[in-house]
């Protein structure tokens, strides 16, 4: 055996250290969710776009209103962007989401947007699908692991051309909203929430999975908007993801948004939170 692949004595006392949290969430300000739930319930529907198999669509949702995923014909997983609907260059952060909240998020945890500004865009306010919990091999719903099927990867990996992987699906849309040219709108797609996904890694090599998604027709993700946003919805081309990204020939079927108006005088105590406020100086001050 060589010297780099030699087991020290010590080797199990080092994987017996325990583990140590990175972000401990104690320090993040607390979600009142039933403060959230009180609002939802006198809220009224003001608008729904469905969004097409293998496609994706945008979406307007202000502040302080809620909007809605539900799956309406077939198990079907969405890959979701948001953006600050003033500004582009604010959008939704998975790495730190992930870090603050873990793999995969569930109700009154929160997305989170991209340095500098780092504050809460959406709370998540109910899940029809908070019963699957954790499966056998690991798995959980609504990811922020994985990044999105792109037309790059499946070039690399495969050698072909798809031109309806989430992240062309959603280039398509935000450039079709904004009036943006594709080359431009590209830039601004980043990586997504896993909407209805079920994933996780596998134990002995650690790589990334996707099994069959749990969900059903009726089934919903909801959000609370923090601040006014632009969102963008694929239906991904995998259908529920039970066998392969980027397919034309998984059963695929559409999702559908809602937007609800929150009733008027509800939210008296409640105010868009603040961009982040460390004064960006780096160390030179």
Not at 153 to 178: F, P, V
Request: aromatic share 10%.
């Amino acid at each position: 055996m060589s010297e780099s692949n030699r087991t020290p004595e010590d080797a199990a006392a080092r994987r017996a250290v325990r583990p140590v949290i990175c972000y401990p969430d104690d320090g993040l300000p607390p979600v009142d969710i039933e403060a959230y739930r009180s609002v939802r319930a006198s809220a009224s529907k003001m608008s729904e776009v469905i969004v097409p198999a293998r496609d994706a669509r945008a979406f307007h949702v202000p502040a302080g209103h809620f909007f809605r995923i539900t799956s309406v014909e077939g198990p079907q997983v969405g890959d979701l962007n948001l953006w600050n609907a003033a500004n582009l260059a604010e959008r939704f952060f998975s790495g730190k989401t992930r870090a603050l909240h873990g793999t995969h998020v569930g109700v009154g945890d929160r997305l989170w947007s991209c340095l500098p500004y780092l504050r809460p865009i959406a709370t998540v306010v109910a899940d029809t699908l908070a019963w699957y919990g954790t499966d056998p091999y690991g798995g959980r719903v609504h990811d922020v692991i994985g990044t999105r099927c792109d037309p790059y990867t499946h070039r690399l990996l495969s050698g072909g051309t798809y031109h309806h992987c989430c992240h062309s699906n959603l280039t398509r849309a935000l450039a079709a909203e904004t009036g943006l040219p594709l080359d431009q709108a590209e830039l601004h797609v980043h990586d997504v929430l896993n909407v209805f996904m079920c994933t996780g890694f596998t134990a002995d090599t650690g790589q990334y999975f996707m099994k069959a998604s749990p969900v059903r027709p009726g089934d919903y993700l909801e959000f609370f908007a923090e601040i006014d946003l632009l969102g963008a919805l694929s239906a991904c081309p995998g259908g529920d993801c039970s066998s392969e990204h980027s397919s034309d020939t998984a059963p695929c079927f559409p999702l559908k948004v809602e937007v609800f108006r929150p009733k008027a005088g509800s939210l008296q105590d409640w105010s868009s939170p603040a961009v982040n406020s460390y004064d960006r100086t780096h160390g030179t001050k």
